[in-house]
């Protein structure tokens, strides 16, 4: 089956611009995730949706940050504007639902704030 | 805040097992152990999850004591594939009524040829 799909691969943005993250789930997974993975750390949640609703975005730097999911399906992560301690790589994972079932995730994007 | 221990770096002989310890002294009774990798420069990848009986499918094997404190994760005969950094984590419930996974920094497995 087909993976989870990130798109861009690679960004690199001065500061105080904008950016946007696409993300493709694998088809039927009811829950989706973003995490920041700044260098040398591991993935840190920012925001997890069920179907095209929020479940938790208690860690996204909502001043800067906005998340989407229309449809339930694809979503895209925005960041405006950006900062240098941005710079990090970010993920989007999917499972069937919140619960046992593990979740794939996608191959990330790698953002650079100059 | 991540509710795991591990080494922060391991070597491996290829072909020999690799043995991944993980300390989870504070774990409550319904709290699973999962366990993740990461190759460079690609996401994380599961590999397996357990409450308290051992569990093996076809990448590992995990060994849970019997207080649940710790857990080992087992690559029976490691290959050079196999480097990466392994994450333990115990999956909670968020202030959000959700479960989720909160990665600490891992063990960097090297398998040396």
């Known amino acids: 089956e087909a993976g989870v799909a990130q798109s861009p691969r690679y960004k690199i943005i001065e500061k105080r611009q904008s950016v946007a993250f696409w993300c493709n789930p694998i088809s039927g997974h009811a829950t989706l995730y973003w995490y920041q993975q700044i260098l040398g750390q591991g993935p840190k949640l920012l925001i997890q949706?069920?179907?095209?609703?929020?479940?938790?975005d208690s860690q996204l730097p909502k001043d800067r940050f906005s998340a989407e999911r229309l449809k339930g399906v694809d979503s895209t992560l925005k960041i405006q504007p950006a900062k240098l301690e941005d710079s990090a790589v970010y993920l989007c994972?999917?499972?069937?639902?919140?619960?046992?079932?593990?979740?794939?995730f996608g191959p990330g994007t790698r953002l650079t704030v100059t | 805040d991540a509710k795991t221990t591990q080494p922060t770096s391991m070597d491996c002989a290829e072909g020999r097992a690799a043995n991944l310890p993980c300390n989870h002294s504070?774990?409550?009774?319904?709290?699973?152990v999962y366990w993740y990798r990461q190759i460079h420069s690609q996401g994380p990848q599961y590999i397996i999850h357990?409450?308290?009986n051992n569990e093996t499918n076809e990448m590992a094997s995990l060994i849970i004591t019997e207080d649940r404190k710790s857990s080992t994760l087992i690559l029976p005969h490691a290959t050079l594939r196999d480097t990466a950094v392994y994450y333990c984590i115990v999956r909670v419930l968020s202030g959000a009524g959700s479960y989720q996974l909160t990665f600490g920094k891992g063990t960097k497995l090297s398998v040396i040829p």
């Open positions: 949706f069920q179907n095209n609703g929020v479940v938790d």
């Open positions: 504070t774990i409550s009774g319904n709290e699973y």
């Open positions: 357990g409450l308290k």
């Open positions: 994972a999917s499972s069937m639902t919140g619960g046992l079932y593990e979740q794939y």
